[in-house]
């Protein structure tokens, strides 16, 4: 089956700074990559996603890269705010069905 | 619209216990799923359901059992707790499959078993 590696599992950032997360997969039918933000004491969001037809995906100041040859995609937030601390996830999934495979997250804190 | 609800927030089991978790949308979603939520290990998909009746195991399904009689709702029950189910639990829904549909997700539900 799919396998989601991310990294790094914690990220601390200066406000106003990048960070960047970064996810393998295993399986190359998957073909579909969403990102999802998860505030403490809530579910998990989806903030962007990217399909395998497209190398790259921007939304405001978030943005999502895709090497479907070396199979790693990557999540970028720009002028880091405080509002963007939380566990972030990768995942992955084929055409048919909604099944989801995640990496373990990564715990970003922006300080003020 | 309320989304996807869950209950109850916080459950404390005694192992051996049985219980069931609610899960329920109202946004006439076709698909919906459970997953499990660990440290370090991301959400992991224990079932998943496509429709009404039609239900098949993810990656962790063991010691877990769903039914879906109704669209809007899909329990997650537990026929003997272990501790090894200490966990959070997250249910999902999306308007279908074969697409990529968004899925929404519940607030979750913190189980400890003792």
């Known amino acids: 089956g799919e396998n989601v590696e991310q990294h790094p599992s914690t990220l601390s950032v200066q406000e106003g700074d990048s960070a960047v997360i970064k996810c393998t997969y295993s399986?190359?039918?998957?073909?579909?990559f969403p990102w999802y933000k998860q505030e403490l004491g809530k579910g998990p969001q989806l903030i962007i996603d990217?399909?395998?037809?497209?190398g790259e995906k921007k939304d405001q100041r978030i943005a999502v890269t895709l090497n479907k040859t070396a199979k790693h995609f990557s999540l970028h937030i720009t002028e880091t705010q405080p509002e963007d601390s939380a566990v972030y996830f990768c995942?992955?999934?084929?055409?048919?069905?909604?099944?989801?495979?995640f990496g373990g997250g990564t715990r970003v804190l922006v300080k003020p | 619209n309320a989304g996807v609800t869950q209950t109850p927030k916080f459950q404390v089991l005694k192992t051996g216990q049985s219980m069931t978790l609610q899960c329920a949308q109202d946004?006439?979603?076709?698909?919906m799923s459970w997953y499990r939520q660990d440290p370090g290990m991301g959400l992991r998909l224990i079932h998943y359901?496509?429709?009404?009746?039609?239900?098949d195991q993810g990656e962790v399904p063991n010691g877990y059992n769903v039914s879906r009689s109704t669209t809007e709702d899909f329990p997650l029950r537990l026929l003997s707790a272990a501790p090894s189910q200490t966990s959070v639990y997250f249910c999902?829904?999306?308007?279908?499959?074969?697409?990529?549909?968004?899925?929404?997700f519940g607030p979750g539900t913190r189980l400890t078993v003792t």
């Open positions: 399986d190359s039918a998957s073909n579909y």
């Open positions: 990217i399909r395998s037809n497209v």
């Open positions: 359901s496509v429709g009404a009746g039609i239900t």
């Open positions: 999902a829904s999306s308007y279908g499959q074969g697409v990529f549909y968004e899925q929404y």
């Open positions: 995942a992955a999934s084929k055409a048919a069905g909604n099944k989801l495979t």
């Open positions: 946004m006439n979603h076709e698909y």
